[in-house]
């Protein structure tokens, strides 16, 4: 387990797993997008020991980037499980106040009608990071946090496993607009300019893949995104 966060390992780490899936033809994606790849998260989901370590990763990286919240929630479905798991290896706070609450997929009203949004406690000036395995557009994440804004719950930082380095349909990046919107951080562990290029060399992808990928990168990819990584 590592004591200090690195990339290059992180990156090694999803590889290893196969967390990286390649289609031909393009699937959609939930955001509407046709990708000729996407995050496969029933991998880092495996067994017990591949989740402690993702979850690892995460927290160490948190812990580095100066992040301490009362609580760590996923985001819905994908990443609770990855959520409860860091709160399990919080080690500044008696684990007997953290909550284990979780975010729930929809608003239903049962249970708590003050907050529709979660499974568990939480209340106004309470401090959380919220945790995705992926960012696309970051529509999911951000409809939790402008929720829990709402409800006086203060969000110090959206961290993701892997950027994909694309803009929004609005053209825009999804950390400047998370900034400017939401005065949220949007923390990532490694993005695409490293991943992808250490996947296709190690899966010896075909000619034809990397053509695909440099196209879709070339209509999504955010402006400061440079294709030279897939060369």
């Known amino acids: 387990e590592p004591m200090t966060f690195n990339r290059s390992s992180f990156d090694d780490f999803l590889l290893k797993q196969g967390c990286l899936a390649f289609f031909n033809p393009p699937i959609s994606l939930e955001c509407g997008r046709r990708s000729g790849w996407d995050i496969d998260p029933h991998n880092l989901y495996a067994n017990l020991t591949v989740k402690r370590q993702l979850a690892q990763y995460v927290y160490t990286f948190a812990i580095e980037q100066g992040l301490q919240p009362d609580l760590f929630l996923g985001i819905p479905m994908r990443a ?3 959520g409860e798991s860091v709160n399990e290896l919080i080690d500044y706070k008696d684990p007997e106040q953290i909550p284990a ?3 729930r997929q929809d608003d239903t009203r049962n249970g708590n009608p003050s907050l529709p949004y979660a499974v568990g406690p939480l209340h106004v000036g309470q401090h959380v990071v919220l945790i995705d395995d992926t960012v696309v557009t970051g529509t999911s994440f951000m409809r939790y946090v402008s929720r829990l804004q709402d409800k006086g719950i203060i969000v110090d930082g959206v961290i993701v496993g892997i950027n994909r380095l694309e803009k929004m349909d609005t053209g825009r990046a999804v950390d400047r607009l998370l900034k400017e919107a939401y005065g949220v951080t949007l923390y990532c562990l490694t993005d695409v300019s490293t991943l992808l290029p250490k996947a296709i060399q190690s899966l010896d992808m075909p000619h034809e893949t990397v053509h695909e990928l440099k196209q879709y990168y070339h209509k ?11 060369e």
């Open 80 to 82: 609770i499980p990855l």
């Open 101 to 103: 609450t979780i975010l």
């Open 220 to 230: 999504y990819g955010i402006h400061d995104f440079s294709l030279e990584a897939f």
